[in-house]
C-alpha cells in the first residue's frame, strides 16, 4: 500500500542549529514533492515544492532535498529562529490531488 | 486581499443533524478540496473538485456530500451518517495546472 511516513516524534532543536526533517515514501512515484508548515489550529502553509527532476531547492534559510532512488526528502532550516516552530507536512502529488504525511512537529529553543 | 476564507470557524453540532461548512475563495483558482484533519493523522481528502458542477470523491467521502454551483464556493455538509464528524475539517484551493495548494484557517468541528 501507499505510504507517507515522518518522524511522528517532535524534534527539538536549539537556537540558530540546523533543523533536518525526513519524510519517506513507498509505492509512490510522485513527480512532485512539497513542504508545508502548520501553525496549531490553522491551515497548512506552502513552502517549497521539488520536481523528480531536481536534487535540491533553496529558498532562503530553507532547503529541500529529493532522493528518488531512496524515495526520502530532506528538509532543512539553517540558523532555525524559535519562530520556526510548528509542525511541518510533506506532501505528494497523486492523480489530481496532493497525499499529505502526519507531519513533524518542530520545537526551537532559544 | 486574495485567500480562502472559512466559516465559522468554530462549529458544535448535536448528534443526528447535519451541518454545512462554509469555504470560500477570491483567488479564481478553479480546483478546491476538502480535507479533514484528526490528531496524529495527515490530511485525509474527502472531496475535490475541478471545475464547477463537477466534483470526485476523495478517500472517506462516506457520510459527506459538497456542490459546486459557483467558482468561488466549496460547501461541504457533514450528515449524520458521518460516524466520528469530530475533526478539524480544511479546505483548499489550486489553480490550473499548478501543485501548490492555498489552504483555509479550518473550521473545527465538535459533536455533541
Known amino acids: 500500500s501507499q505510504k507517507i511516513e515522518q518522524n511522528s516524534e517532535a524534534l527539538n532543536i536549539q537556537e540558530g542549529k540546523t533543523a533536518t526533517l525526513t519524510c519517506n515514501y513507498t509505492?509512490?512515484?510522485?513527480?512532485?514533492l512539497q513542504w508545508y508548515r502548520q501553525d496549531p489550529g490553522r491551515g497548512p502553509v506552502f513552502l517549497l515544492l521539488i520536481r523528480e527532476n531536481e536534487k535540491e531547492k533553496r529558498k532562503e534559510r530553507l532547503k529541500v532535498t529529493f532522493d528518488t532512488t531512496l524515495k526520502q526528502s530532506l528538509f532543512h532550516i539553517t540558523a532555525s529562529q524559535p519562530a520556526d516552530s510548528a509542525t511541518y507536512l510533506c506532501a505528494l502529488t497523486g492523480f489530481q490531488k496532493l497525499v499529505f504525511g502526519t507531519g513533524t512537529r518542530l520545537l526551537v529553543s532559544p | 486581499d486574495g485567500g480562502i476564507t472559512q466559516s465559522p470557524k468554530y462549529l458544535f453540532r448535536k448528534e443526528g443533524q447535519n451541518v454545512t461548512l462554509s469555504c470560500e475563495q477570491n483567488?479564481?483558482?478553479?480546483?478546491m478540496y476538502w480535507y479533514r484533519q484528526d490528531p496524529g493523522q495527515g490530511l485525509r481528502l474527502i472531496y475535490y473538485s475541478q471545475i464547477v458542477n463537477d466534483f470526485q470523491k476523495g478517500d472517506i467521502a462516506e457520510g459527506y456530500s459538497v456542490s459546486r454551483e459557483k467558482k468561488e464556493s466549496f460547501p461541504l455538509t457533514v450528515t449524520s451518517a458521518q460516524k466520528n464528524p469530530t475533526a478539524f475539517y480544511l479546505c483548499?484551493?489550486?489553480?490550473?495546472?499548478?501543485?501548490?495548494?492555498?489552504f483555509g484557517s479550518g473550521t473545527r468541528l465538535t459533536v455533541v
Open positions: 483567488l479564481n483558482h478553479d480546483a
Open positions: 509505492n509512490y512515484s510522485p513527480a512532485y
Open positions: 483548499a484551493s489550486s489553480r490550473q495546472g499548478e501543485v501548490d495548494y492555498t
